[in-house]
T-cell receptor, first 117, second 115 residues
Framework: NAGVTQTPKFQVLKTGQSMTLQCAQD?????MYWYRQDPGMGLRLIYY???????DKGEVPNGYNVSRLNKREFSLRLESAAPSQTSVYFC????????????????FGPGTRLTVL | AQSVTQLGSHVSVSEGALVLLRCNYS??????LFWYVQYPNQGLQLLLK??????LVKGINGFEAEFKKSETSFHLTKPSAHMSDAAEYFC?????????????FGKGMKLTVNP
């Protein structure tokens, strides 16, 4: 049981290049999330997906697109990278079971460190 | 909109000293509250959570937090700091209904433990 996995771990891009960050979970969770972490800013939600086939914008969606490929996989795409997108990106999935003691616990991947030059 | 405030960005304690990390929430009704820990170069890991079952919540690694509605607070404590507690700690909030699938995080607090 690997939990939440992310690829790649590190990436350097030039301004204007595109790339896709991959995320997969093996916990049979319905909800998945993409966050970015910047110093002094905490984690900010980029996009989330409450179930296969649905996606919604979070706090900072501009410059990103997402795809919920199936229940396991949720990818984040940067179409034209900008230096402002230099950040650490985390994928997470959410425990959906109805019992209160499990409510809303999110499980995080190890992160992708992205630098845009 | 709900939010949490973690005042300051760094706290330093000596090994064996009390750890106190403050978190205040803003919500018209008591929300669900969480503390996450992030060790260097890793993802976030849940420490503990408040879901209205009990106001004093015990988590992993000897941490606990108390929900105080009158103070709109959910401060994290540990009686005796260990070197392995050095990490960044995030408080987070979610509503109990309407948008409850999302978490809103505080800006984080980096804990340093001195020998």
């Amino acid at each position: 049981n690997a939990g939440v996995t992310q690829t790649p771990k590190f990436q350097v891009l030039k301004t204007g290049q595109s790339m896709t960050l991959q995320c997969a979970q093996d916990m049979n969770h319905n909800s998945m999330y993409w966050y970015r972490q910047d110093p002094g800013m905490g984690l900010r939600l980029i996009y989330y997906s409450a179930s296969e086939g649905t996606t919604d914008k979070g706090e900072v969606p501009n410059g990103y697109n997402v795809s919920r490929l199936n229940k396991r996989e949720f990818s984040l795409r940067l179409e034209s990278a900008a230096p402002s997108q230099t950040s650490v990106y985390f994928c997470a999935s959410r425990e959906d079971r109805g019992r209160l003691e499990f409510y809303n616990e999110q499980f995080f991947g190890p992160g992708t460190r992205l630098t845009v030059l | 909109a709900q939010s949490v405030t973690q005042l300051g960005s760094h706290v330093s304690v000596s090994e064996g000293a009390l750890v106190l990390l403050r978190c205040n929430y803003s919500s018209s009704v008591p929300p669900y509250l969480f503390w996450y820990v992030q060790y260097p170069n890793q993802g976030l890991q849940l420490l503990l959570k408040y879901t209205s079952a009990a106001t004093l919540v015990k988590g992993i690694n000897g941490f606990e937090a108390e929900f105080k509605k009158s103070e709109t607070s959910f401060h994290l404590t540990k009686p005796s700091a260990h070197m392995s507690d050095a990490a960044e700690y995030f408080c987070a909030v979610s509503p109990t209904q309407g948008g409850s699938e999302k978490l809103v995080f505080g800006k984080g607090m980096k804990l340093t433990v001195n020998p």
